[in-house]
């Protein structure tokens, strides 16, 4: 049977040399002496060598002693930091998301998190952005999908541009004077100032004229004929329709935030968005040309 050197008695090994001594080592690895005496027994029958020596009544190590000294401080060091990084994998990912990007971009946040963390278990919290900044600076969002780069921070990893379109009620139609009536989240928002600034560049003023505290509040009074929203989305959404009569407007950024020893977690999710924008980018594209 092949000899194994075995952690424990490579840990001895290693203290009677740091600590000058076996009865010091013992001391240092709250073992007693007989069996720090052990360990270094077994460790010269699996390498079939004596590693330690008398010299009067000080031990000393051997050629071959020394030898193995610098082995197992390697060994140690791997076997240590292997299992420190092993230890410190999350057992559970906290997620945030604003609600344009949780339905299309969570799922596919969430498996590539899994996957990178087998074991780990991922939690998800849909909040406003400026909250979530929040709780990704007090630790309790491990990381965050947040729109604009008004505020980036060194923890911030750019994911990818998302396209807005504007979107009404079937039949609706833009006053012929006046302002264009607009629903949007409250302010702070970074899509209702993206969307008025679209307006009023293209000599077409935007006024808010319905606030919403959610998203299920917007498309509400959107598909009642209260007005136009733009939303970072191409496809269609039930019961509203695209209205590519409106001004273009910028794409706005999309950036995923870690927290503090968390970049790792932020690198996944953000290649896993950009993968998944290019792939539906790909798909748009070709089904563009099928039709054509």
């Known amino acids: 049977m092949q ?20 009865a010091r080592a013992a001391e240092a690895l709250h073992l007693t002496q007989p069996a720090v005496s052990q360990h270094i027994r077994k460790l010269e029958k699996a390498v079939g060598r004596d590693l330690v020596t008398k010299r009067g009544r000080v031990s000393v190590f051997t050629e ?11 060994i140690l060091s791997a076997h240590d930091g292997g299992l420190g990084r092993l230890q410190a994998l999350p057992t559970t990912i906290m997620v945030g998301s604003t609600e344009h990007g949780a339905e299309d971009l969570l799922p596919v ?14 939690r998800f919290r849909v909040d406003r952005g400026a909250r979530l900044a929040e709780e990704v600076e007090q630790g309790t969002v491990d990381v965050a999908l947040l729109l604009g780069t008004d505020d980036a921070t060194p923890g911030d990893l750019p994911a990818a541009p998302l396209p807005l ?15 264009i009536p607009v629903v949007a989240f409250d302010a702070p928002c970074r899509i209702r100032d993206r969307a008025l600034r679209g307006l009023a560049e293209d000599g077409r003023p935007g006024e808010v004229t319905v606030d919403c505290t959610s998203l299920s509040g917007v498309l509400v009074a959107v598909r009642s004929g209260l007005g136009v929203t733009a939303l970072p989305l191409q496809d269609a959404v039930p019961g509203l329709v695209l209205r590519p009569d409106l001004p273009d407007l910028e794409p706005i950024p999309l950036r995923v935030r870690a927290r503090v020893g968390a970049i790792d977690l932020g690198r996944v999710a953000a290649r896993a968005i950009r993968d998944h924008l290019r792939s539906e980018s790909d798909a748009q594209v070709r089904t563009f040309a099928t039709a054509n």
Do not use: C, K, M
């Not at 000899?3 to 076996?22: K, N, Q």
């Not at 071959?64 to 390697?74: F, I, M, P």
């Not at 590539?112 to 780990?120: E, T, V």
């Not at 379109?165 to 302002?179: D, L, N, Q, Y």
């Open 165 to 179: 379109s504007w979107f009404a009620a079937p039949g609706w139609r833009a006053p012929e004077h006046g302002a």
């Open 64 to 74: 071959a002693g020394t030898q193995l000294l610098d082995e197992a401080r390697l």
């Open 3 to 22: 000899a194994t050197l075995d952690i424990t008695p490579l840990r001895s090994l290693v203290a009677v040399a740091d600590h000058g001594g076996f």
């Open 109 to 122: 946040v969430a498996d590539a998190l899994r996957a990178a963390n087998p074991g780990a278990t991922v």
